[in-house]
């Protein structure tokens, strides 16, 4: 199974990133109207720091990589953490596809995420998001 069948699930509401400047919203860290990337970058650090099960009206909402919390890190928690990013982000953001997931661990309980985005026609692009307890 390739990536596009995996990925090509919903449909895409973002033609291009001009279009992504139409979704506005309030910054999570004070009143400052936020849009485009930003407004990209914090729609995915919710749906990734939220756990399914926490949202009454959504209760699917979120991801698992709160599981990961005291695992081993090895290869297999690696393949789980990918699997559930990309997992997470293609079932709750449609602007976006995701074409590459990679980590690095900064220092411990640290996470950092570089993801490979595309949205619709336009070139991909590498958001780098901070993921902790």
Do not use: C
């Not at 990734?48 to 599981?67: C, K």
């Not at 570089?114 to 307890?133: A, F, K, N, W």
């Amino acid at each position: 199974m390739t990536d596009a069948t995996l990925i090509d699930i919903l449909p895409r509401r973002a033609p291009n990133l001009a279009s992504l400047k139409r979704w506005r919203g309030l910054g999570r860290n004070g009143a400052s109207a936020i849009d485009g990337i930003d407004h990209l970058r914090q729609s995915i650090i919710d749906i990734l720091t939220t756990y399914p099960g926490e949202r009454i009206m959504r209760p699917e909402y979120g991801s698992r990589i709160r599981d990961l919390i005291d695992r081993p890190v090895n290869a297999q928690w690696l393949a789980d953490l990918y699997f559930n990013v990309a997992q997470a982000i293609t079932r709750w953001e449609p602007r976006v596809r995701v074409l590459r997931v990679a980590a690095a661990m900064p220092s411990s309980g640290h996470v950092t995420l570089d993801l490979t985005l595309r949205l619709g026609s336009e070139d991909p692009q590498t958001l780098s998001i901070e993921v902790s307890p």
